[in-house]
T-cell receptor, first 115, second 113 residues
Framework: SQTIHQWPATLVQPVGSPLSLECTVEGTSNPNLYWYRQAAGRGLQLLFYSVGIGQISSEVPQNLSASRPQDRQFILSSKKLLLSDSGFYLC??????????????FGQGTRLTVV | DQQVKQNSPSLSVQEGRISILNCDYTNSMFDYFLWYKKYPAEGPTFLISISSIKDKNEDGRFTVFLNKSAKHLSLHIVPSQPGDSAVYFCAASYTSGTYKYIFGTGTRLKVLA
């Protein structure tokens, strides 16, 4: 069966510090991968998605970047965190199949607080 | 521009009654729709989905209805249980191309015992 791992679960970082959140998927190959953010009292905002190694699409201009160094690894980074980067970050994956329409599966999330 | 909207931020329902959660979308290119349930500090879990070629999909207590002409979908939970209390997100996607999932802002459902 497929599983998704996301860490750390919580993180408190000072303004101006770097960030690296990691997500890995097991039990599947060549998945689509996604990073979402849920800000306080808001919905799930798509930040980045990837359809393959080294292929990253950015949805919103921001202080963050994403990379996919391996097929089942997705990393969210920042060189210098801002207060507005605080939120709940979620990694998700979707199986790439010939079936039209499938669901995405989410990790447990990382609560990032920038102080 | 919010392409997927959930206009009711919260909903309270008595246990055993029907819960109806609504969602509207603006992009007619969306052809696959999903509902997720989310508890605090956890990732969303998939509940039920519907393709644009259908107008209804049922799975146990959960039924999703799609009205393409109105660009509207709804989730019915019957009967509602206290364990259903959570935030529900609707999402829209394309079955070809980018495979992005666009989420609404969520509706907090509280089922009262």
């Amino acid at each position: 069966s497929q599983t998704i791992h996301q860490w750390p679960a919580t993180l408190v970082q000072p303004v101006g510090s770097p960030l690296s959140l990691e997500c890995t998927v097991e039990g599947t190959s060549n998945p689509n991968l996604y990073w979402y953010r849920q800000a306080a009292g808001r919905g799930l905002q798509l930040l980045f998605y990837s359809v393959g190694i080294g292929q990253i699409s950015s949805e919103v201009p921001q202080n963050l970047s994403a990379s996919r160094p391996q097929d089942r690894q997705f990393i969210l980074s920042s060189k210098k965190l801002l207060l507005s980067d605080s939120g709940f970050y979620l990694c998700a994956w979707r199986q790439r199949t010939g079936i039209l329409g499938t669901e995405a599966f989410f990790g447990q999330g990382t609560r990032l607080t920038v102080v | 521009d919010q392409q997927v909207k959930q206009n009711s931020p919260s909903l309270s329902v008595q246990e055993g009654r029907i819960s109806i959660l609504n969602c509207d979308y603006t992009n007619s290119m969306f052809d696959y729709f999903l509902w997720y349930k989310k508890y605090p500090a956890e990732g969303p879990t998939f509940l039920i989905s519907i393709s644009s070629i259908k107008d209804k999909n049922e799975d146990g207590r959960f039924t999703v209805f799609l009205n393409k002409s109105a660009k509207h979908l709804s989730l019915h939970i019957v009967p509602s249980q206290p364990g259903d209390s959570a935030v529900y997100f609707c999402a829209a996607s394309y079955t070809s191309g980018t495979y992005k999932y666009i989420f609404g802002t969520g509706t907090r459902l509280k089922v009262l015992a």
